[in-house]
């Protein structure tokens, strides 16, 4: 069936009947997408693992751990019983942090059906095989619509109604088009993309920078160094992505510079949040323990870190955040080291690194 004749469907079926979604997850992110699928006119049903936040939405419409001055769209149902939530869905948010992702799928897998799609909000990796969180919906379920949400998508802006954009991303186009008929409303654009690894990478890496910005204006560093820093992440994170198989060009879109710009900027990034405590002398569990949220840049870095040495991919950004992390070394003094590095190609599509380095070698400049 052609990509055309899918959307046409699609918009029939939204005249016709709402779309039933499940969202897996009662964080901000999962609150807020309920939410909005809830205002754009879905039935829309939340699963939370606690049951007295899953009531305190249900009677105030309100999530007071995650979301407190966000009024959630009184539609949404919540409940912790993932049978009453995934019943009759035809699509399904899993907005669980990485770390729990593959187990949360493993307990929802009983009422979940081939028909249904399937799509991750999660920016973070697996450990054990480098594996990103749709790779782990494909795996626990062997569905066909498979897809991954993500852009540059502050929860608590979208809470605020401020205009937002995002991605889904999927190889298959009623996932994309569904999701687009589910969440697309005047406060929130979805667009499309088939790069569903590039995107979902994009998410997951950019955290890392998120939390060397976090870091860099802790320690006062001014508006070129943050600028230098974030055009550096996206060479870096380009880079990482060739190599594993993406799409380099996804990176200039809202999955890839769209989200770094966002969470390398606001201090409503957690990411962020974790580098400007670090920065202001707070240890990693201080800083972790003080956010009370997930961080999932803080195990990214070790994972990027590890597949990078592994694969023999030059990552000098990411290399130094780890050291500063997990090796105890000062960050003013990493930012130093780093200012002494290479000076390499500025974008490496048009000049590969290794002809810069070849021609600094025979000018006698290593
Ligand atoms: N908050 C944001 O602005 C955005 C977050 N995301 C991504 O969405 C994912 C989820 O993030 P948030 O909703 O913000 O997280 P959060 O930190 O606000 O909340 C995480 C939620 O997952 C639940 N959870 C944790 N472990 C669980 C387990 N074992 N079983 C069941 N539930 C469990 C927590 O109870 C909580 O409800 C993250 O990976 C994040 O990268 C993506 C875009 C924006
Ligand atoms: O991914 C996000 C915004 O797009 C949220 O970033 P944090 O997880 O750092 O809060």
């Not at 009947?17 to 992110?29: K, T, Y």
């Not at 205009?163 to 186009?173: G, M």
Request: include cysteine; charge should be negative; charged fraction near 20%.
């Amino acid at each position: 069936m052609s990509e055309s004749s899918l959307t046409e469907q699609d918009s029939r079926a939204s005249q016709e009947e709402c779309l039933r979604v499940a969202v897996l997850g009662g964080g901000s992110f999962g609150t807020a997408l309920a939410s909005i699928a809830a205002d754009n006119g879905g039935e829309v049903r939340q699963w939370l693992r606690d049951a007295e936040l899953a009531a305190e939405i249900n009677r105030e419409h309100r999530n007071s751990r995650y979301l407190p001055d966000y009024a959630i769209n009184p539609a949404v149902q919540a409940s912790d019983d993932l049978s009453v939530v995934l019943d009759g869905a035809e699509l399904v948010f899993v907005a669980i942090p990485s770390k729990a992702f593959r187990a949360v799928v493993r307990q929802a897998r009983p009422w979940l059906g081939a028909d249904q799609i399937l799509v991750s909000t999660t920016k973070g990796i697996q450990e054990e095989g480098f594996k990103l969180m749709s790779q782990i919906l494909e795996e626990e379920t062997g569905f066909p619509h498979i897809g991954v949400l993500s852009g540059p998508n502050l929860a608590s802006e979208i809470a605020q109604k401020q205009l937002t954009a995002t991605v889904v991303a999927s190889d298959d186009a009623l996932t994309r088009t569904r999701v687009q008929t589910a969440l697309g409303c005047d406060y929130f654009r979805v667009y499309a993309s088939n790069d569903r690894y590039g995107v979902e990478l994009g998410g997951a890496l950019k955290n890392i920078y998120a939390i060397a910005a976090g870091m860099a204006a802790a320690l006062g560093m001014g508006e070129n160094t943050r600028s230098m820093l974030m055009t550096r992440a996206l060479a870096e994170m380009s880079r990482f992505a060739v190599a594993l198989g993406a799409n380099p060009l996804t990176f200039i879109g809202l999955a890839g510079v769209g989200d770094l710009i966002v969470t390398c900027s606001s201090n409503l990034s957690r990411n962020y949040r974790v580098g400007h405590a670090l920065g202001e002398g707070k240890t990693l569990d201080e800083a972790v323990e003080a956010l009370g949220q997930v961080a999932e840049g803080v195990n990214t870095v070790s994972l990027v870190c590890h597949k990078a040495r592994q694969d023999g991919i030059y990552m000098p950004l990411a290399e130094g955040l780890y050291q500063v992390l997990f090796k105890g070394v000062p960050a003013r003094q990493m930012a130093q080291l780093l200012m002494l590095n290479e000076q390499s190609s500025d974008v490496e599509f048009t000049l590969p690194r290794e002809l810069v380095q070849q021609a600094r070698q025979e000018e006698g400049k290593t």
